[in-house]
């Protein structure tokens, strides 16, 4: 059974995103479940800080051993920062998803939107 940790939020895109900070920001990253479906990562190409993002859009992609994926902007809003450490070491994806392997920080245009996001329960019915 994959890790899906409570208090975060989830798309069915495989990604989870975490509650606002008090500025708005959110950070994001992808589940247990995708980097397990992924295999090992080797690359990640997201956008640089200061780029606006829409929700649903392509922002970016996941290289693995098996195939390439998208990156989807789970809200609109601006990037803040993408995780640089990757660029180094992309495996911290698959070894550590919800924690050093995250991908982006997001400031949220509107923290309306989370409200549209699955819990860990639904994306765990999702993916069971």
């Keep these: 059974m994959s890790n899906i940790p409570e208090g975060l939020h ?6 989870w995103i975490s509650e606002p900070d008090a500025a708005g920001v ?4 992808i589940t247990d ?4 479906a992924l295999g090992d990562v080797v690359y990640v190409q997201l956008p640089d800080a200061g780029s606006t993002v ?11 051993t098996k195939s390439v994926s998208d990156v989807y902007a789970p809200v609109s809003g601006e990037v ?7 660029d180094n070491d992309p495996s911290l994806i698959n070894t550590d998803p919800y924690g050093e392997g995250w991908l982006l920080e997001i400031r949220v245009e509107s923290a309306a939107v989370m409200e549209e ?11 069971g």
């Design 10 to 15: 989830y798309t069915a895109e495989h990604e």
């Design 26 to 29: 959110v950070r994001v990253g």
């Design 33 to 36: 479940f995708a980097q397990d």
């Design 54 to 64: 829409s929700g649903a859009d392509v922002v970016g992609e996941v290289e693995s």
């Design 80 to 86: 803040v920062s993408r995780n640089e450490a990757l």
């Design 117 to 127: 996001l699955l819990s860990s329960s639904e994306y765990s019915q999702q993916v």
